[in-house]
């Protein structure tokens, strides 16, 4: 009796095993093919008008896998309080994401969705423009604005440290200027001092574009100038530098996410090039899901 029992409870405890092996199964099968629906068929955005919002917007459009999906706009605060929670509780979330950006800093184990149809563009570049004048105008800042480059870690850093201290950017920027002599050497070689000769920086009040605008007027006033910073959306900053409203702006990506404000207005500013090499935007998950590309996701049907 003793023995059958045995047997019994032997092959009660391997159907139980098999079961709980199905059901970890079907577990896992969920979680691969049901990110859609774990989202409620939402990316989670930014503010409205954002460049990586108007391309997200395209994005929705082009895939027949967001067909029918909402981008909820807010704010890259309020992005960044949804991220976290994700995070913290190992759940599902999709995000408009970019970088450099303090969240990469954070969680450096985020990935990109994959972009088959080409909507995000690949490596994005940040632009140093000018108001056409300025170089006859204010030869020594159109001088300095000209050979300021700098890395995305460099930007990444600053936002972080903001971000985990809650000290202003503004403030972590003058400390990041003082421990980055040799960068800002190669900024300010060959310009002159100057008596307070003033410089109006049109910007976007996204925090990596509050980085490079804090870096430069610290750099720029070390020198003498007078300057001050407009935050704006994108919109107002292309008009203000093609109107000459504002004498120039650090904070155009390109070659996708600014291309239409850009291209309507290249003719009516001078553009410096690069100041920043290797960003990127697009749809953004945490590593834990095991997701690859944006045609992975399912229709809203």
């Keep these: 009796m003793k023995r059958f029992s045995l047997v019994i409870g032997l092959i009660a405890a391997l159907v139980l095993a098999g079961c709980g092996d199905s059901s970890f199964e079907q577990k896992n099968d969920s979680n691969e093919t049901g990110y859609s629906k774990a989202v409620n068929y939402t990316i989670t955005g930014i503010e409205p008008g954002a460049g990586i919002t108007v391309t997200t917007e395209k994005a929705i459009e082009a895939y027949d896998s967001l067909h029918g999906w909402t981008l909820e706009q807010s704010s890259t605060a309020a ?9 913290k509780a190992r759940k599902p979330i999709i995000i408009t994401g970019w970088n450099p950006h303090w969240t990469f800093a954070k969680y ?3 990935k990109y969705l994959e972009d088959p149809k080409g909507i995000y563009g690949g490596v994005e570049e940040i632009r140093t423009l000018a108001r056409k004048g300025l170089q006859e105008d204010k030869p020594e800042a159109y001088k300095i604005l000209d050979q300021f480059h700098w890395e995305v870690e ?3 850093e600053i936002m972080y440290e903001s971000n985990e201290t809650g000290e202003d950017i503004a403030e972590v920027a003058k400390k990041w200027v003082a421990n980055n002599s040799d960068k800002v050497k190669e900024w300010t070689e060959g310009i002159n001092d100057v008596d307070g000769v003033k410089i109006e920086l049109v910007s976007t009040p996204w925090d990596s574009e509050r980085a490079s605008a804090s870096v430069l007027k610290e750099v720029m006033e070390q020198k003498g100038f007078q300057v001050s910073i407009t935050p704006v959306d994108v919109a107002v900053m292309f008009e203000s530098i093609a109107g000459g409203d504002g004498d120039a702006t650090l904070a155009a990506w390109l070659p996708i996410t600014h291309k239409d404000f850009y291209d309507s207005y290249k003719d009516d500013f001078d553009d410096l090039g690069a100041n920043l090499e290797g960003a990127k935007i697009g749809l953004v998950v945490p590593a834990y899901m095991d997701i690859d590309s ?3 996701l399912e229709p809203n049907e």
Excluded: Q, S
């Excluded at 960044?80 to 995070?87: G, N, P, Q, V």
């Design 79 to 87: 992005m960044a309080i949804e991220l976290d929670k994700a995070m």
């Design 108 to 110: 450096p184990d985020m």
């Design 154 to 156: 460099d930007m990444e």
């Design 294 to 296: 944006i045609e992975d």
